[in-house]
Every structure is written in structure tokens, then in C-alpha cells.
């Protein structure tokens, strides 16, 4: 993991955002260190593609400051960036090689390099028989999988993502999130917006929880998962478990319960005080709660994607 210590692609100060007469970003400040998975997260409408569109010089800031290696973002000068918007959208009459050639030729590319480069994309991702197929002709997934194929092009020193898997199934999910990582391997900042919280759990170093355009929690995903979701403990079980003790029940299945521990309550405490009333432990995990139980503590509700 990326450390704060490297030094900061992404530097956010103060960004306050009113649209419509509506504060709908209020003194948000984060940074984002070189070659970090960065994680913005938050409930719908809580401000995170106002903020990406204003790191990105969409939005001007009603104040703050938001600053791409060090200066506002600039196309010509802020260095190779990919951004994939959640509005998407390519040249929809144009074939899906024609468009991902073009692409990588304004990202720097030889037009050869860049149809070969795009060729191998498509098989990856299973379009490799779409490539003379008009944009328009694709599902939207189809096009959104070109989208991200266009994004990534030319390996970009930072990668932005909006919901890059929404609406995907599992398996083209994965194959995704596979794309990412390569991007990240490679040595990429990476930013990206998702309502997935097991995205955020194999993918990000550290994470930033927007609510109502306010900062609610910041740091490394184990730490936001410490401080907002707590110690917990798995326990498979046969006998009766005693009373609560120092724990709070969360889950309580047969032979199976999930305890959220009370601060100063130690696991191993559990273990001799489930030992000391006699129940037979089989199996006995301790844990910090899930970024997806972390998400509901803050907001009362699992994430949900953004309607289309
Ligand atoms: N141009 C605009 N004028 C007025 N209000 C806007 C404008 N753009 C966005 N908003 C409002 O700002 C709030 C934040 O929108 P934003 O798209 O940043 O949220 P989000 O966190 O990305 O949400 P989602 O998860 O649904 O994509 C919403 O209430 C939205 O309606």
C-alpha cells in the first residue's frame, strides 16, 4: 500500500460547491498519493461526480482549490489522464475501432499501434467480432466496456473512474476490475467512484466517505473499517451461548453468530467467556466489520448505484 508520504497527485483544499443555490460540496479536502487506488465513495447525491467534474476543470470551484501534480487541471500539462464520466458516451455512429483508433491517436498513439493496441482490448473483453459494428448497435454495456477500453488507452499516468462497473453482471464485473488492477500494476493513480463495496475492499488503498458533501470518514480502508464498523467476531458454535458480555449479537444463526465487540472488549476475552459457559467453538474468526457494514452504520442503507 501507498503511503501519505508519496508524494500527492491529487491535492483537494477547502472545495466548497453551490449549484443551483445548493451547497452541494462544503469544505471537502483529501489528497491522493502517486500510484494509490483512491476510493470516493457516498450515497447517492452526496457530491462525488460534482467533485471529480471540478477536479477535472468541468465546474469551476465555488472556493477551494483542486489540484492535478500540483496545478489546476489542464489537459496540455497536468500529464497522460483517463477519465471514464458517468454520463457515457463515444461517437455513436461510428464503428467501435474506427472510434478507439482515433482515441488513442489524440492520447499519443501511432494510428497502427493504436488499432492493434484495440484489437487486443476487444478480445479481452469479448467484443472482438464487434469491432467493425457501429457504436449505436452495442448494448449499453458493450459500449461501456469500449469506454473503459478508451480510457485506459496508453496506459494514463492517473485513471478517474464513474461507477466503472455499473450495471455490469459478475463476471463482466470482474473482468473490470481485472482491467483496473492491471492500470494499477502498472504503476497508475487511480481514483474511481463505486457503490461496490467488495470493489472497494480488493481494490483500494484508502477511501474517503462523502456525506451530504461533507467529509464523514477518510483514511486507509482498515482504518475506516476500525473506526466505523469496530472488532467483530465470527463464531461457529454448538452448545448455548451465554449472555452478552462486553458484545453486541449482530447475527444470530443456528450454530453461527456474529458479535460487533464493545471498545476495551478483547477476542480472546469472547473465546474463554463462550469456553467458560461451556458452548464448543468449531470456528472462531475475529474481524473489523465490512466497508458494506461501514457504509450502512453511515448511512442507514446499503450503496446503491446511480439510476441510468
Ligand atoms: N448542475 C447542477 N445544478 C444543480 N444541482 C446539481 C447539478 N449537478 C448536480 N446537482 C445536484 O448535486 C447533488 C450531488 O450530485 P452528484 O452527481 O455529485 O452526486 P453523486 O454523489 O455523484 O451521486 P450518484 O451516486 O447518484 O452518482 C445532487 O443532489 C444533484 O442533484
Not at 508524494?7 to 494509490?36: C, H, T, W, Y
Not at 487486443?120 to 473503459?148: M, N, P, T, Y
Not at 470482474?174 to 493513480?189: K, P, Y
Request: charged residues 25%; proline residues 4%; contains cysteine.
Amino acid at each position: 500500500m501507498v503511503g501519505m508520504t508519496s508524494p500527492s497527485v491529487i491535492e483537494v483544499r477547502n472545495f466548497s460547491m453551490v449549484l443551483g443555490g445548493k451547497q452541494i460540496v462544503d469544505d471537502l479536502s483529501f489528497e491522493v498519493g502517486r500510484g494509490e487506488t483512491f476510493g470516493l465513495l457516498g450515497s447517492n447525491g452526496s457530491g462525488k461526480t460534482t467533485t471529480l467534474r471540478a477536479l477535472l476543470g468541468i465546474y469551476t470551484p465555488t472556493s477551494g482549490e483542486l489540484l492535478v501534480n500540483g496545478a489546476p487541471f489542464n489537459p496540455a500539462t497536468s500529464g497522460p489522464l483517463g477519465y471514464l464520466p458517468e454520463e457515457r458516451g463515444l461517437y455513436r455512429k461510428e464503428k467501435v475501432i474506427d472510434v478507439m483508433t482515433y482515441f488513442g491517436q489524440l492520447k499519443g498513439m501511432a494510428r497502427t499501434a493504436a488499432a492493434l493496441w484495440s484489437m487486443g482490448f476487444l478480445r479481452r473483453v469479448g467484443l472482438e467480432d464487434h469491432a467493425r459494428v457501429r457504436l449505436d448497435k452495442l448494448s449499453g454495456g458493450q459500449q461501456q466496456k469500449v469506454q473503459v477500453g478508451v480510457t485506459v488507452m496508453n496506459n494514463p499516468d492517473i485513471v478517474i473512474l464513474d461507477e466503472p462497473t455499473k450495471g455490469f453482471d459478475p463476471i463482466n464485473r470482474r473482468l473490470l476490475l481485472d482491467i483496473v488492477e492491471d492500470q494499477r500494476r502498472a504503476g497508475a493513480t487511480i481514483v474511481m467512484v463505486t457503490h461496490q463495496m467488495e470493489e472497494v475492499e480488493r481494490l483500494c488503498d484508502r477511501v474517503l466517505l462523502l456525506k451530504d458533501g461533507r467529509a464523514e470518514a477518510y483514511g486507509t480502508v482498515e482504518a475506516v473499517r476500525e473506526s466505523y464498523g469496530g472488532h467483530m467476531v465470527r463464531v461457529q458454535y454448538s452448545g448455548t451461548l451465554p449472555p452478552p458480555q462486553g458484545w453486541q449479537v449482530v447475527t444470530a444463526e443456528r450454530n453461527y453468530a456474529e458479535f460487533a465487540l464493545a471498545d476495551g472488549t478483547d477476542d480472546q476475552r469472547v473465546l474463554r467467556t463462550l469456553m467458560d459457559a461451556g458452548v464448543t467453538v468449531h470456528r472462531f474468526d475475529a474481524t473489523t466489520a465490512s466497508m458494506e457494514q461501514v457504509f450502512l452504520s453511515i448511512y442507514g442503507h446499503a450503496p446503491e448505484e446511480a439510476s441510468a
